[in-house]
């Protein structure tokens, strides 16, 4: 899978894949404007057509390039310079498209790559009691804060008295309320976590697996 199933994350995304489309094709578009400007022409590069969307100084040091294409063109025998011009223009046309669209390629690509896999390898885990909690192992991993998210998610556990007879003890009034000063269980967090996940509580794996497909932006 390429999407996420969450709005907000499929959304993220679909920008991502657009703003690199985007990007490539701009560069795409001024590595040919910029062919056809350093390749030589019948009119000299000093009034060859400026190229749109680029600014005075880019447009400059471009034109700095023509006219070293005009002069490979002009120093070189007849023969062969049209010939060394042409490849000029054309190698600093894929080095003008190559450059910019590695370093983005860099940054988008592997990242995106890495959520597929990590997307197709939960959905696949996600089937299989096993898998989910392998999925739960993972989400024990994460960041603390993460955790204690999850485990506020958890139902808080009840709350057991212990049971007292007061015909074994004569002066235990039965009217009266339980000690306040027993020990009351702490409410759920990682701690409980990681008890639930050691002693396979469906409810702890269930909420951990959950947790982890939701990092991803899948369907539960």
């Known amino acids: 899978m390429w999407y996420a199933h969450n709005p907000g994350r499929r959304a993220c995304q679909l920008l991502g894949d ?9 560069w795409a578009a001024v590595a040919l404007a910029v062919h056809r400007l350093v390749l030589p022409a019948s009119q000299p590069a000093s009034h060859r057509p400026r190229i749109p969307l680029l600014g005075s100084s880019v447009d400059g040091a471009l034109r700095g390039v023509a006219h070293a294409g005009d002069r490979i063109v002009s120093a070189a025998p007849a023969p062969q310079g049209p010939a060394a011009a042409q490849a000029l223009a054309v190698l600093g046309a894929v080095a003008l498209f190559v450059v ?11 990242r995106r790559i890495r ?6 390898a939960a959905q696949e ?18 960041p603390l804060d993460e955790l204690a998210a999850t485990a506020e998610l958890l139902p ?14 004569p002066d235990l009034d039965p009217d009266l309320d339980p000690d ?3 020990d009351v269980p702490p ?8 008890k639930g996940w050691r002693e396979a509580d469906p409810v702890v794996l269930d909420a951990l697996a959950d947790a982890e497909l939701q990092r991803l932006g899948l369907r539960t």
């Open 187 to 194: 409410g759920p967090g990682p701690g409980s976590l990681a």
């Open 100 to 110: 910019p669209v590695s370093l983005m390629l860099t940054v988008w690509l592997p």
């Open 115 to 120: 959520w597929t896999r990590q997307a197709a």
């Open 125 to 142: 885990l996600a089937g299989t009691e096993d898998g989910r909690e392998l999925l739960a192992l993972r989400a024990l991993l994460r």
């Open 180 to 182: 306040p000063d027993l």
């Open 18 to 26: 657009g703003a690199a489309l985007l990007w490539t094709a701009l």
């Open 156 to 169: 808080a556990a009840p709350h057991e008295t212990p049971d007292l007879d007061p015909d074994l003890d």
